[in-house]
């Protein structure tokens, strides 16, 4: 049995494409399959790498649910709510059994942590518990590591629930931090790890079925 598997993204999408290189080489073996991808952002990038692979999208911007105006007068919690909301709906549609946040911004809220319990797994460019909750993404993890002397990084794949970064951990990836590095540095030496470390993660999600 393959796992329908939802894959949430914001950015260029190289970790979703990874998923989408595996699954592709081993076909009919492949322990998921990618039903839909959901972005949170209409230009991004992940959104191109779907329409190549075949997958379906969707755009679910606080603009696209919400309207301009009202998404524009809304605060953060309740735009995150209405976005949470109709990848909810997404999900349902496509008929995803796991949710994969393959670099997705949005903290998720509401019914889909509670329909999706213990089936969403987010991937964190930092070990947490260090260095996690919001405002700690992309540059800005590695710009803290880097600021605090940190020895070492890497990356966090971790259960989703209400708190921000703060699921059970499944598995970690890590690189020492060198002389000289920049937040560019870092990253460039954690993002290999990343895409192995999202398509474990995946994996073990899988074996739970």
Not at 122 to 145: D, F, I, Q
Not at 185 to 191: D, E, G, N, P, V
Request: proline residues 5%; hydrophobic residues 40%.
């Amino acid at each position: 049995m393959r796992i329908n598997t939802a894959v949430l993204v914001s950015g260029g999408g190289t970790n979703l494409q990874a998923l989408i290189d595996y699954e592709q080489a081993q076909g009919d073996k492949c322990p998921y399959k990618i039903v839909c991808v959901i972005s949170d952002h209409k230009d991004a990038f992940a959104l191109e790498r779907a329409a190549k692979a075949g997958i379906p999208s969707t755009v679910r911007s606080p603009y696209a649910v919400m309207g301009k105006e009202t998404a524009m007068a809304s605060d953060r919690d309740t735009k995150r709510r209405a976005v949470s909301d109709a990848m909810l709906e997404d999900c349902r549609k496509f008929g995803a059994q796991v949710i994969v946040e393959a670099g997705c911004l949005t903290v998720l809220a509401g019914p889909i942590l509670n329909e999706y319990a213990d089936r969403i797994i987010n991937l964190h460019p930092a070990l947490l518990p260090k260095y996690g909750g919001v405002g700690m993404w992309g540059h800005h993890v590695h710009e803290a590591v880097l600021a605090n002397g940190e020895k070492e990084s890497g990356c966090t794949v971790h259960l989703v629930n209400e708190v921000c970064d703060g699921g059970e951990i499944l598995l970690q990836k890590k690189v020492p931090v060198m002389p000289g590095d920049t937040p560019d540095s870092l990253y460039a030496r954690i993002a290999p790890l990343e895409h192995e470390a999202l398509l474990e993660g995946l994996l073990i999600l899988c074996k739970k079925f």
